[in-house]
């Protein structure tokens, strides 16, 4: 059975930093592509960041680039999402993903977290 498990989120202030991490099973984790987005209420989900299946690629949207970074650990099954210097314009519910074709679009992905919250607060 796949799993996609979130943790990390909850409530910060604004400047603050949170450390998402997302813990993977019932697939090579390996061989996929690992991604995070956001969806905050009102908006369709959108594309955070996205890392290759060899750790040496990394993308980041032009959004939060200069304060998030994204890494995974192989050997852990796990990926993360570190979050510097968090806006209020950050809140919203962080899903991981798993996909196999593609790096950004959402329907390259296969796999889905059920996600976590991170709110900003003002």
């Known amino acids: 059975q796949v799993q996609l498990v979130e943790s990390g989120g909850g409530l910060v202030q604004a400047g603050g930093s949170l450390r998402l991490s997302c813990a993977a099973s019932?697939?090579?984790?390996?061989?996929?592509?690992m991604g995070w987005f956001r969806q905050a209420p009102g908006k369709e989900r959108e594309f955070v960041a996205a890392?290759?299946?060899?750790?040496?690629?990394?993308r980041i949207a032009d959004s939060v680039k200069g304060r998030f970074t994204i890494s995974r650990d192989n050997a852990k099954n796990t990926v993360y999402l570190q979050m510097n210097s968090l806006k209020p314009e950050d809140t919203a519910v962080y899903y991981c993903?798993?996909?196999?074709?593609?790096?950004?679009?959402?329907?390259?992905?296969?796999?889905w977290g059920q996600g976590t919250q991170v709110t900003v607060s003002s």
């Open positions: 019932g697939f090579t984790f390996s061989s996929a592509v």
């Open positions: 890392i290759s299946r060899d750790d040496r690629i990394t």
């Open positions: 993903a798993a996909g196999f074709t593609g790096v950004v679009p959402v329907e390259d992905y296969k796999y």
